[in-house]
Structures are given as structure tokens and as C-alpha cells.
């Protein structure tokens, strides 16, 4: 799974069926009730985010899941781009089995930890941003 703006999406499709990945044809939908407002007297608030799920080899996924996830947006943020615990367990059951690693390149504050928890899968998680490392480390 890759949160990215909706507009990349033209560039990573290639980028990830160039490297193996089999690519799902339409980004699923994190609609998160809220958005930021980007220009408030100029047009819509942003409410969602679009995510791309790509796989590799023929493993199932877990199940029939819809392509738009209703989770409420993290309301009192403790990092700038931080998502809710919630999107991630959301993602997680559609893909992962208990005893799984999960990795996180982008861990941020850290909402991956508690998903792989509550689904009974190990995460790893790594994060450029030191300070954003920091409060993740505090979840643990």
C-alpha cells in the first residue's frame, strides 16, 4: 500500500509494474471525513486520499473488501501527515496474517505498530524524520 496524491498516480503505476508489482487499476479511496483547505475561498476541501495497492506472485488477499475506507481522519495530530490507527488495521486485514511482518519505510508517528497489534502481525518501522521516529518509538 502507497498513500500518495492522487496526482502521482500516473507515475507510480509505471514505476511499480516496471519493478514486478502487479498494480490494482484504481486507487483505493481513504475518505477521511475531513480534509485540510487548501485554498478555503477557491474551491473543496481535500477529504480524501487515494492509496495504491500493488501485490506480488498470486498470494489471496484475506477477503471481499470495498475500495473506499471510511476512517476519521486523526483529529489532534501529533505529526503533520499523521494517519489514524484505524486506516492502518483496516489495510492490514485485507492483506496480512497473524504472525506476519509488516514494514513500514515511512513509520512517521507510528500508527503502524498498533494495527500489527491489534491483528496479531509484527511491524517494522523506519522514518528520515527523527523527531517523527521519536514519538513513533514513544508508541512502543
Request: charged share 20%; glycine share 8%; aromatic share 10%.
Amino acid at each position: 500500500y502507497v498513500l500518495c496524491e492522487i496526482n502521482l498516480w500516473h507515475m507510480l503505476v509505471p514505476t511499480f509494474a516496471d519493478a514486478g508489482w502487479d498494480v490494482w487499476p484504481r486507487p483505493l479511496i481513504w475518505s477521511k471525513g475531513r480534509g485540510h483547505l487548501p485554498k478555503p475561498d477557491l474551491g473543496p476541501s481535500y477529504d480524501y486520499e487515494a492509496i495504491l495497492f500493488a501485490n506480488k506472485g498470486m498470494r489471496a488477499t484475506a477477503g471481499l473488501f470495498s475500495d473506499v475506507i471510511d476512517v476519521p481522519a486523526v483529529v489532534d495530530k501529533k505529526h503533520a501527515a499523521e494517519k489514524p490507527v484505524g486506516l492502518y488495521t483496516n489495510l492490514l486485514r485485507r492483506t496480512v496474517l497473524p504472525g506476519e511482518f509488516v514494514l513500514d519505510p515511512f513509520c512517521g508517528a507510528g500508527p503502524i505498530f498498533e494495527a500489527a497489534k491489534e491483528i496479531g502481525a509484527l511491524a517494522i518501522g523506519s522514518d528520515i524524520d527523527v523527531d517523527a521516529f521519536n514519538l513513533a518509538k514513544t508508541k512502543l
